[in-house]
Structures are given as structure tokens and as C-alpha cells.
């Protein structure tokens, strides 16, 4: 048997489907190896993932909690990659808007308190976007690649993060924590229901991604980022500003990343610490990658990697395997799914045994 | 030709992807000593083939046979390897060279183990051999780099001859040559082809096809659409079978040349790239008027190109637009002033391929009142445009939201030419116009291209075809080495004079010689 590849003319909304549930279905396959290994059932495994992350009220506000920056990481991800800016710094984007969530909203700056929700967020977009502006600019001047200055300054930012909170940001209060000063109330995202953690930057989330949404489909700017993106050179003979636009991507993908920071900040722990993300800035890349870098599908892929981590967490505790396989069912659903997207590129063709070879 | 040994026997291959079958049970047979052209429009099947035969595709139907010991036998499907081990050599149209190595170098590669001390002498032998046999002189000791065009062609056949091909394949060799180097690749191949080895010439030019071959086999639409010995063949007759029906020639009238629109006054360029480099150049471009841009690739053509595109600014010198000096251009001003341009690399840089047609048509005036207000895309707008530019164009496609990677190449020009004559321009960039296009299209463009001159714009066509500059222009610009000639009133110009000026000879030494 003679296998060859041949190129796709065109893939239907249907296989894309189907290729997205294949890749799912072969994941969970996958995963159930290390559950058998570890003597467990892996249906009961997954039952217990599923009650873990939607079981109950509780459960799903944490899961909603958990997806909330892994939203707004994945459309930076997302809106930059489109353009083909790779932005990996979005973790160091996340800590700089919850820096400046944390310098503007702790008391500092006095405002009318219906101001100072809105200029915490501004704060935290425009903090998080320049630490975006800055390697683009590297990029267009110099030609520094922007994957190797982002992903560095994810380590300077945090550890930038970690002398402040330890030095001129560390709150007397802490008993020697090193964490800031805390938010004043007026500077905090309200939860969206008592007692639970779930709070309104999931609504930000999901606006954000309903607008940029809109923003590829029915707007100028929108236009000139997908024709940057998908050919740079033609963009560029059409008259589209190309370093521009770049910019403006740039901005608009590191702010993202800053409302993440913000939304941790503001909405769950209430003051900055050097733990603020558990690599919420790197996940945000998995979910964009998951969603095919659209803006509502990266709704959809925060929400299953948050159920996975925060079912995991769950099962974990239930069946004594390792939470790690969150990490697991995560990394292969992201391998299926560039598994599969080569499927949707190339159609296997099984050809008849070569004659006289 | 017949009555010598077949080479090469491909018989009913036929090739699907989907729907479509690209090859549909196609046969040909080579002889020794045979120089067999195969022509046809782009998309007829003529690289399917090709890649078949030289096993880069696997056909669904028929077999492919080369002669070997004791008679013709199968070639297995899909081996490139089992190819060139059957003596089957392909120049491919874009070369496939190391360019820091020698060309003798160049031409060992891949024959010969990793270590191989002290044999280079006898592969430099046997190529000296081949040389003095064929006539391909070139010096196998410099860099390939520093070799000229014509030069790393002949490296390349060197290649194929070196492997003891029996057949070789040329993939529109020509694309990249003067006229006179042209000539001399012809004469090669005819001293080749009577030392015994079979030839493929694939080509869409009718005149060089007549020029050089023995027979014809002539592909449309994925079939044979014809064979004939090129001694008896009729150039009207060939031209009706390769597009499968009567295409009328562009008839060009007198042009009556108006005001300059356009010029360029002591233009130099620097820096990016060796091939846009310009010296000192002088262009002018008038209302009513086509001027003919003719040059042997990357002469300076794409600096010329880019200028008018705005994608370039002098580093010395005036651009002037309608009189006034252009200083700092950019494309977004330039199209608002009525320039249109179609770009070299259609595919490249004309259209963003998994944009939509609609969103192609409308790419250079998205800010321009007419596709949006305030930020927001007028959808409606572009969709309406769209939906008139492909009836008016015949741009064959699904419609306005089609993307533009699924449309042929002439197709793509088709949408180019409504992207930018719509607006009713002024000055007109018709960069290598007709590229790969088919006979049909090729007429379609050149029509459009005369009917807005006819409307009093400016046009510069500039082309490595000299027939398609004879058919359009009025009046001849020669490009070499960054510096531009005049050559004056296309009437009364003839090919070897403009070649001449190709190579760099000045129009008194070209007419001295001519």
C-alpha cells in the first residue's frame, strides 16, 4: 500500500467540524492510557472531571473564575497571531496591567468612584499594550525578532513584579507577604453573584471578544489587519500601512493581555503578588491555538482548558491520580488539533503498490 | 523524426484532483534525436504531466515508459529517483542551483558519495567532453552566484546531460533570455538533439516553438488537442488549437500622444535589492500613449516598477505626476490620483488569497468614501462593485465572496484590471501583464489595455515578452543595467535592434550590428 499526501482545494465547515471532534475524541483517548496505567477507570475519571468543573454552582463559577484571563489571554494570542505578530509575552503584559491596575486603583489616585472602575481597566490596557508597542517598534526598526523579546521579558517583568511588591508596592499590612497594597473598593470588579468567585470580567471577556469579532468583520481596521496578516506584500502594494497597522495589532493584543492582569487584580485577589498568574499569559496561546485563533471559538477553548484544569483539580482529589493530567488532556487536545488541522490541508490518498518498484 | 528508436512512451496517463482531471488520457511517444514541443495555456495539464512523468505525482491511469535494457520498460509511479537513474533530465523553470558552490560543482551534486577524493578530475572531464560535444560553454570553475542567467541555464542542462540523460525536459526555458541567448539555447539543443537525445520543450510562445522543435503535441484542458510536425504546421492553426477557437488579434491603432502625465526626471535609485538599483533615468510617459518598457529580467525593471507604484522613493532626481513633484509617494496617494498599477507577481502582491474577490476589488480604496464610513465597512458597497466588476470583467469565479486563491491566474488579472481601470485612471502600470496567461486572456488584457489609452491615459507596459510589447506599445524604453535608452517610435524597430540594446549595446552600435 502506497500512501501520499496531496493539498486540499478547500475544506468544508463540516469536515472542519468533524476534524475538531476527531482531534477532541482522540485526545480523551490518549488520555485514558495514563488513567488505565494508574489503575483507574477512565470513564469515571471523566465523570468526575465533568461534576468536578460543572457539577455545581460552585464548581462552574470556578471554572468561569478560571476561564475569565484565559479569555482575554487568548484573543491577545489570537488577534496577534492573525496578523502573524508573535506575541508569547502576554504573561508579562498580564503583570504589567495589574501593576497599573494596582498604581492607579490602590488609593493613590482620587476619582469619582464611577471613573474609577473604567481608568483602572484604561490603565491596565494601555500598560499591557505598550509592553507590546515596544518589540513591535524593535521589530520594525532594528528587525529584532519579536518572539525571542517578548518571551524574555516575560522573566524581566516578573521579576521587575516580585522587587516591587518586596520593596516600594509592599503592603505594611501583609505580615510580611510580598504582596502590594490592596485596591480600594471603587476599584474592584464586582462578583457577579454573592459568595461566589466568578466576577464581571468574564462579561469584559466575552465583550472583548464579541468586539473584536465585529472589529474583523465590519470595520476598516479590521480589513487591514486580516490583509497584513495573510499577505503582507500584497497589503503593502494596496496602499494598506502596513508598519502601522502592525502597531495598532500590537496594541490592541498586549492591552488584552493587561485587562487579564487587571481582571485578576481587580476581580479575584485584590492586590498584586508575583503569583498573580500561574501561566495564564502562556495558556492564553494553547486557547488561541485551540480556537483556530477565531475570537469566539477562543471563548469556547478558555472555557474547555479552564474545565479540564478545575475538573482535573476535582478528580484529582477523588481518585488520588495526579492532577497533572490537566496538562495532559491539554497538551494533546492542542497536538490533535494541529494534527488535525494538517488533515484539513492534505487529503491522504492511498495509491495501488508501484509497479516493477 | 519516427523512423529512429522511442525514448519516452507515456500512454493514456490520466491524473484527477477531484472534480477536476488535469491530464485526461494523454499520450506521446519520443524519439532519438527528436525535439518534441509540448504547448498550451497555462492550466492545460502541461506541468501535470511533467510532474508524472518525472514522478513527482502519481497518475490514476496509464503507464509511463522509458527505454532501458532490452526495450521500453515501466516506470515505477511516484520516484523521482527511478526517473533520473532512467536518463530522464528536467530543467526546471526556476533553477535549482547552490549558488555559493562552483558550477562544476554544482553539477556533481548528488552523484557522488559524501568523500569522494580525487575524482573530480574525471567529472571534469566528462563535462569538458559534454561541452566540446554540445556547445554549452561556460566556466565550471566560478561561483554560480556570479554567472549570468543564461549561463546557470546551461549549468542546468550541464546537470541533466552529466547524469546521462536521454531525455531532457526544459520548462519554458526561454522566460529568462534575451532573444539572442534564446538563439543560442535553440542551437544547443539542435546539435543535442543530433547527437541523439530526446527533447521536451514546454513552452507558450508559438514563435519559438516553430523556431526550434521537430514535432507539436498541443494540450488543452487536460487534452490532446492536437499533434502536428512543426515543418507543416501553420502559426494560426496551432494558435486555434491551443484556446479551441478563433481568437481575433488586438488590432492597435495610431496612438495621438497628448500632455506628459507622468515622468521621471534623472532618477536614481539605491539599496534594496541589486535588482531595482536605477541610474540617472529618464522616462516620460504621455496621455494616449503606450510606452514599451523591454529589458532581460532584473535590469532595473522592478526599481522602475516600484517607483511608479509608490512603493519606492528616488534616492536622486523628480518624479513628477501631472507636473507637480512628487515627493514623498506612497500607493494609498498615488491610486487616489488616478495611478492604477498591476503588479509583477499578480499572485504576490495583487491579491490577498483567502481574502474575498469583493474584499480584493476593494483593498486599495477601503478608506475612500466609497467602501466605508467612519471606520465601518460599507459591505454592501464592496459586494454591489464586486458583483458589477465580474460580469464586467468575466472574472470566472463563485461569486463576490469567493477567495481569491481559488481563481486561475488569469482570473486574477481579470480582477486586478477591474480593481484598478474602474476608476478610470490616468497613468497606467501594466507590469508583465499577460504572465502565464492563455491566448484568450492574454487578448482580454491587451484590449483593455488599448481601450483606456484610447481613453487618453498614459500606459507603461513593461514586459519580457517582445511580442506583446509589439502588439501594445507606441513607443520603446530599453532598461540595462539600471540605466534606461530610448528606442524610439515602435514602427520601424525590429527585434534584434531592441535585443541588442538588451544586452546592453547602445542604440547606434544596435543598428551598426543590426
Same mark, same amino acid.
Given at each position: 500500500m502506497n500512501v501520499r499526501l496531496e493539498p486540499r482545494e478547500n475544506a468544508s465547515v463540516g469536515l472542519r467540524l468533524c476534524v475538531s471532534l476527531a482531534a477532541g475524541v482522540a485526545a480523551l483517548l490518549l488520555v485514558a492510557i495514563p488513567v488505565l496505567l494508574a489503575g483507574r477507570s477512565p470513564l469515571e475519571a471523566y465523570a468526575l472531571m465533568i461534576q468536578g468543573a460543572f457539577g455545581s454552582?460552585?464548581?462552574?463559577?470556578?471554572?468561569?473564575? %478560571?476561564?475569565?484571563?484565559?479569555?482575554?489571554?487568548?484573543?491577545?494570542?489570537?488577534?496577534?497571531?492573525?496578523?502573524?505578530?508573535?506575541?508569547?509575552g502576554a504573561e508579562g503584559q498580564l503583570y504589567i496591567g495589574a501593576l497599573a491596575a494596582v498604581c492607579v486603583g490602590s488609593g493613590l489616585l482620587q476619582l469619582p468612584p464611577a471613573l474609577m472602575l473604567p481608568t483602572v481597566m484604561i490603565a491596565g490596557f494601555l500598560a499591557g499594550g505598550l509592553m507590546m508597542v515596544i518589540p513591535a517598534v524593535i521589530k520594525q526598526r532594528f528587525g529584532?525578532?519579536?518572539?525571542?523579546?517578548?518571551?524574555?521579558?516575560?522573566?524581566?517583568?516578573?521579576?521587575?513584579?516580585?522587587?516591587?511588591?518586596?520593596?516600594?508596592?509592599?503592603?505594611?499590612?501583609?505580615?510580611? #507577604?510580598?504582596?502590594?497594597?490592596?485596591?480600594?473598593?471603587?476599584? +474592584?470588579?464586582? +462578583?457577579?453573584?454573592? %459568595?461566589?468567585?466568578?466576577? #464581571?470580567?468574564?462579561?469584559?471577556?466575552?465583550?472583548?471578544?464579541?468586539?473584536?469579532?465585529?472589529?474583523? %468583520? +465590519?470595520?476598516?481596521?479590521?480589513?487591514?489587519?486580516?490583509?497584513?496578516?495573510?499577505?503582507?506584500?500584497?497589503? %503593502?502594494?494596496?496602499?494598506?500601512?502596513?508598519?502601522?497597522?502592525m502597531l495598532k495589532v500590537a496594541l490592541i493584543s498586549g492591552g488584552l493581555a493587561g485587562l487579564a492582569g487587571v481582571g485578576e487584580v481587580a476581580g479575584v485577589k485584590g492586590y498584586l503578588s508575583a503569583d498573580l498568574s500561574p501561566g495564564f499569559g502562556y495558556s492564553g496561546i494553547v486557547v488561541a491555538m485551540l480556537a483556530g485563533l477565531s475570537p469566539i471559538g477562543t471563548v469556547l477553548a478558555a472555557l474547555f482548558v479552564a474545565a479540564v484544569f478545575v475538573g482535573a483539580d476535582s478528580m484529582s482529589r477523588a481518585t488520588g491520580i495526579?492532577?497533572?493530567?490537566?496538562?495532559?488532556?491539554?497538551?494533546?487536545?492542542?497536538?490533535?488539533?494541529?494534527?488535525?488541522?494538517?488533515?484539513?490541508?492534505?487529503?491522504?490518498?492511498?495509491?495501488?503498490?508501484?509497479?516493477?518498484? | 523524426m519516427t523512423d529512429t528508436p522511442v525514448l519516452l512512451s507515456l500512454s493514456n496517463i490520466t491524473k484527477r484532483f477531484g472534480a477536476l482531471t488535469a491530464n485526461d488520457s494523454i499520450s506521446l511517444d519520443l524519439h532519438r534525436g527528436e525535439i518534441l514541443a509540448l504547448l498550451g495555456e497555462n492550466g492545460a495539464g502541461k506541468t501535470t504531466l511533467m510532474n508524472i512523468l518525472f514522478g513527482h505525482y502519481v497518475q490514476d491511469e496509464g503507464d509511463v515508459r522509458v527505454l532501458g535494457n532490452g526495450g521500453l520498460r515501466a516506470l515505477p509511479p511516484g520516484s523521482p529517483g527511478a526517473a533520473l537513474r532512467a536518463g530522464i533530465g528536467m530543467v526546471h523553470q526556476h533553477f535549482t542551483l547552490a549558488e555559493n558552490l562552483s558550477g562544476l560543482a554544482n553539477i556533481r551534486l548528488g552523484t557522488e558519495p559524501l568523500v569522494s577524493f580525487g575524482r573530480e578530475g574525471a567529472a571534469r572531464a566528462k563535462v569538458q567532453k559534454i561541452i566540446a560535444e554540445s556547445g554549452l560553454d561556460v566556466d565550471l570553475e566560478r561561483r554560480v552566484a556570479d554567472l549570468t542567467v543564461g549561463e546557470k541555464q546551461r549549468i542546468e542542462i550541464l546537470k541533466a546531460l552529466y547524469r546521462d540523460a536521454k531525455v531532457l525536459i526544459l520548462d519554458e526555458p526561454t522566460a529568462v533570455l534575451t532573444p539572442q541567448e534564446a538563439e543560442g539555447l535553440f542551437a544547443v539543443l539542435r546539435r543535442l538533439a543530433a547527437n541523439g537525445l530526446g527533447v521536451i520543450f514546454i513552452s507558450h510562445k508559438l514563435g519559438e516553438v516553430l523556431a526550434v522543435s521537430h514535432r507539436i503535441l498541443v494540450l488543452r484542458g487536460g487534452k490532446t488537442a492536437g499533434e502536428l510536425e512543426t515543418a507543416v504546421a501553420d502559426r494560426r492553426a496551432i494558435a486555434d488549437l491551443m484556446v479551441g477557437k478563433a481568437v481575433a488579434a488586438v488590432v492597435r491603432t495610431p496612438a495621438n500622444p497628448g500632455e506628459v502625465l507622468f515622468a521621471l526626471e534623472d532618477v536614481s535609485l539605491h539599496g534594496a535589492g541589486g535588482g531595482r538599483a536605477l541610474s540617472g533615468v529618464h522616462l516620460t510617459l504621455r496621455a494616449g500613449e503606450v510606452v514599451g518598457l523591454a529589458g532581460v !529580467? =532584473?535590469? =532595473?525593471? !522592478?526599481?522602475?516598477?516600484?517607483?511608479?507604484s509608490g512603493l519606492a522613493v528616488p534616492t536622486s532626481g523628480t518624479m513628477r505626476l501631472y507636473g507637480d513633484t512628487v515627493t514623498r509617494p506612497d500607493p494609498r496617494a498615488l491610486v487616489a490620483k488616478g495611478v492604477a498599477?498591476?503588479?509583477?507577481?499578480?499572485?504576490?502582491? =495583487?491579491?490577498? =488569497?483567502?481574502? !474575498?474577490?469583493?474584499?480584493?476589488?476593494?483593498?486599495?480604496?477601503?478608506? !475612500?468614501g466609497a467602501f466605508s464610513r467612519m471606520g465601518l465597512l460599507d459591505r454592501k458597497a464592496m459586494r454591489e462593485r464586486a458583483a458589477s466588476a465580474i460580469s464586467a470583467y468575466d472574472v470566472r469565479c463563485q461569486g463576490p465572496d469567493a477567495e481569491a486563491r481559488l481563481l486561475s491566474g488569469g482570473n486574477v488579472q481579470k480582477l486586478i484590471l477591474a480593481r484598478v481601470l474602474e476608476r478610470g485612471p490616468r497613468v497606467i502600470l501594466a507590469n508583465q501583464p499577460t504572465r502565464g496567461l492563455d491566448v484568450g486572456a492574454q487578448a482580454e488584457v491587451h484590449r483593455r489595455i488599448l481601450a483606456a489609452r484610447d481613453r487618453g491615459a498614459a500606459v507603461l507596459v513593461i514586459s519580457e515578452d517582445l511580442d506583446e510589447l509589439f502588439a501594445l506599445a507606441d513607443r520603446f524604453v530599453v532598461?540595462?543595467?539600471?540605466?534606461?535608452?530610448?528606442?524610439?517610435p515602435s514602427d520601424g524597430l525590429d527585434r534584434g535592434t531592441i535585443g541588442l540594446m538588451m544586452a546592453g549595446q547602445g542604440p547606434a552600435a544596435a543598428e551598426l550590428a543590426s
Open positions: 454552582m460552585f464548581a462552574l463559577s470556578e471554572t468561569l473564575n %478560571r476561564a475569565t484571563p484565559l479569555i482575554l489571554t487568548g484573543l491577545a494570542a489570537a488577534v496577534a497571531f492573525r496578523a502573524k505578530l508573535w506575541n508569547i529584532a525578532d519579536e518572539v525571542v523579546i517578548t518571551l524574555l521579558l516575560n522573566f524581566v517583568v516578573i521579576l521587575f513584579i516580585q522587587m516591587l511588591v518586596e520593596g516600594p508596592l509592599k503592603d505594611p499590612l501583609s505580615m510580611g #507577604w510580598p504582596q502590594s497594597v490592596p485596591l480600594i473598593a471603587e476599584a +474592584k470588579l464586582p +462578583k457577579l453573584l454573592p %459568595r461566589l468567585r466568578m466576577h #464581571w470580567g468574564l462579561i469584559v471577556g466575552v465583550v472583548a471578544a464579541l468586539a473584536l469579532w465585529l472589529m474583523v %468583520r +465590519k470595520t476598516v481596521l479590521g480589513f487591514e489587519i486580516r490583509a497584513v496578516g495573510e499577505n503582507k506584500a500584497a497589503a %503593502r502594494f494596496a496602499g494598506i500601512p502596513v508598519d502601522a497597522t495526579s492532577s497533572y493530567i490537566a496538562d495532559l488532556v491539554v497538551a494533546l487536545s492542542l497536538l490533535c488539533v494541529l494534527v488535525g488541522s494538517f488533515f484539513l490541508r492534505f487529503r491522504l490518498r492511498f495509491g495501488q503498490q508501484s509497479v516493477g518498484a | !529580467s =532584473g535590469n =532595473g525593471q !522592478s526599481g522602475i516598477a516600484a517607483l511608479i498599477r498591476m503588479p509583477e507577481d499578480r499572485q504576490h502582491d =495583487g491579491v490577498v =488569497g483567502t481574502m !474575498s474577490v469583493a474584499d480584493n476589488i476593494a483593498i486599495e480604496e477601503v478608506r !475612500s532598461v540595462h543595467a539600471g540605466e534606461l535608452q530610448d528606442a524610439g
